[in-house]
DNA sequence: TATCCATAGCGCCCCCTGCTGGT
DNA sequence: ACCAGCAGGGGGCGCTATGGATA
């Protein structure tokens, strides 16, 4: 950071905002960096340069990052806009640039100023009712409303009820438009939220940002590790309402309520076999054991019989099987002869 | 300058699915 | 066969932060 080791002298203040913008800038660069890598991701499998997704209209809108505003203030020819000896001075009352046109710079001026209170620590809208605080009043409004269950944005195709009007736009979109505005270039896949497109991706690139410090385990999305932590903490937070028995998966919980304590459960039978299983996933495994086609042949010890399907096999040596009882049976009358 | 608005982003929880291994 | 543990992929929502436009 260059700010410190400059040797001029600056009132604290402004080193302090100095300090708050490179930061801010630093993160804002890792944003478009990887909104930048999303798109230039190419695998070599999947061929060169091809887009990991898009949007619909192919937006210019990369996020409220809030560089396009700033990098007025830097030399497009940086790779990185701060270079060690570059530092921005921001004066917040005496603001100006010399890139801008007039008319765009009294516009810029506005954004800047606007942008850089969100730097400031001054959060002077207080919740009442608990001890956070936030910049702006809009913010705190939603907040106390979250607090107090208003919702003021109501769904005119539901009874869904939302704080603010981004969650009903978006609910919208989820049960009603369904419009899903970012789309896999890879496959059909599309989704409503930019951040759900990033996750997807994921399954195409195999990336799993999100360690386990106990294990080798890696997950591609952040709740996936914590549920993952679960394991290691041995921690079972669902619990069966009739039985009391403890599970680390709702879904895991909701098998077993269906299975152990429900009536009339569905089976699922195997199209090959009269067998019924309980769960589709066993039927899975049942398929793969039993009927599955095996390239080296099972024979037959008795009758050298070849077979490519283990339940065939096993249907044939019942037969040997009921073939010998019926040989070693004894007549159940005192003569014993055999049968 | 405050406010409104749209959007981004992170987090949380849920669902369904399928595999695995113990009984 | 049954069962629980566990991970992958994804849907939906809660909440806050942010930038641009405008009154």
Known sequence: MSAGSQATEKPPDMLLMEVQVLDKI??????????????????????????????????????????????????EEQEYPIASEQTVVINLKNL??????????????SSLRCHLKTHSDEKRHACHLCPKAFHTAALLHNHVNAHTGNKPHKCSECDAAFVTRGELSRHRRYKHTLEKPFKCTICEYSSVEASKMRRHVRSHTGERPYPCHLCSYASKDAYKLKRHMLTHTGEKRYECYVCQARFTQSGTMKIHVLQKHGENVPKHQCPHCSTFLSRKSDLGVHLRNLHSYMEEAVKCRDCGAAFHERYAFLQHRKTHRSEERFRSAQCSCTCNQAL
Do not use: M, W, Y
Request: hydrophobic letters at 30%; charged letters at 30%; a negative charge.
């Open 96 to 109: 100006t640039f010399e890139a801008c046109a007039p008319h765009q710079e009294k516009a810029k001026l």
């Open 26 to 75: 630093d993160r804002d660069n890792d944003a478009i960096a990887f909104e930048n890598n999303i798109q230039q991701l190419s695998p070599s499998e999947e061929g060169e340069g091809k887009e990991f997704f898009s949007t619909v209209e192919e937006t210019e809108s990369q996020s409220c990052n809030g560089g396009d505003d700033l990098s007025v203030l830097f030399n």
